[in-house]
């Protein structure tokens, strides 16, 4: 973290208050975060630091939704998303920094990939499985991308949707998923020496920008056009992935 130069600064602090804002009211725009922090930081260190300002960033969105979770879908989830959380810790036990650059990118493709399918297909209203093999199966993905790559925002958001649930639940659920399985992922993480003291004492630091993020992104969701937003967002997302895969 000690060879972060200003530029270096500048994107963690902006990736801190886009976080604030993804986890409060402006879905999708999380995904842009993943392939920022990899472009300033080593890549095992981008994913610890991360996760400890998505951990913080949760802290603010369980509190807001804390009436709004659906537990009977977590429950469902979150224990095979912990077999993948444990599978992923195993893939990054043999995975190098350079290794692991264009793995971010593959998978932040894949998920930018998957949600514009969701979202074109016959309208943005493509049937999507319910049955208890669905569920397995994207919690499963869920925890290996999110260990490997604190990208499963876009697997939670086909699951949810699949559940048909009302908006307030559907951002409530999300909320609460993520906040448990953050925490989760940290005793794997500080085995890999991916969370360090110094990555926690860079996410101390961006709690005023994560806290700002959070604030803004409750007013800005009113005001902003949803569509236009998440297209730019995603373009963005997969010209900063694609510039780590080579």
Same mark, same amino acid.
């Given at each position: ?7 270096? +600064? ?54 807001? /939704?804390? /009436?709004? %979770?659906?537990?009977? /879908?977590?429950? /469902? ?5 912990? %077999? ?7 893939? =990054? ?7 692991? &650059? ?9 998920? *930018? ?19 208890? +093999? ?17 990208? %499963?925002? !876009? ?6 949707? %699949? ?12 909320? +609460? $998923?993520?906040?448990?399985?953050? +925490?989760?992922?940290?005793? $794997? ?11 926690? &004492? ?5 709690? !005023? ?9 409750? $007013?800005?969701?009113?005001?902003? !056009? ?17 510039? =780590? *895969?080579?």
């Amino acid at each position: 973290m000690s060879d972060l130069d200003l530029f270096g +600064w500048f994107v963690v602090a902006l990736c801190a208050f886009m976080v604030g804002m993804t986890k409060t009211g402006i879905p999708g725009l999380g995904i842009m975060v993943v392939p920022l922090m990899a472009g300033v930081l080593p890549a095992r260190s981008s994913v610890g630091a991360l996760l400890g300002i998505l951990i913080l960033a949760d802290l603010f969105a369980a509190s807001y /939704h804390r /009436h709004n %979770a659906q537990w009977r /879908h977590l429950f /469902h989830l979150i224990p095979v998303a912990l %077999a993948g959380i444990v599978t992923g810790y195993f893939g =990054l036990k043999y995975i190098n920094d350079e290794q692991l &650059k264009p793995i971010i990118g593959g998978i932040v493709l894949a998920m *930018l990939a998957i949600n514009y399918w969701r979202t074109r297909t016959k309208g943005g209203d493509t049937p999507i499985p319910t049955q208890w +093999w669905f569920a397995a199966g994207l919690g499963f993905i869920a925890g290996v991308t999110t260990m490997m790559a604190n990208a %499963a925002g !876009p697997v939670m958001i086909i699951y949810l949707l %699949a559940m048909r649930l009302p908006k307030i639940n559907f951002v409530g659920t999300s909320a +609460w $998923f993520f906040f448990v399985i953050n +925490w989760l992922k940290v005793p $794997f993480s500080t085995n890999l020496q991916l969370m360090t003291a110094e990555s926690v &004492k860079l996410d101390l630091m961006m709690l !005023p920008f994560i806290a700002a993020g959070a604030v803004a992104g409750i $007013f800005a969701l009113k005001r902003i !056009p949803q569509k236009a937003f998440n297209i730019v967002v995603q373009i963005l997302a997969a010209a900063a992935a694609i510039r =780590l *895969l080579f």
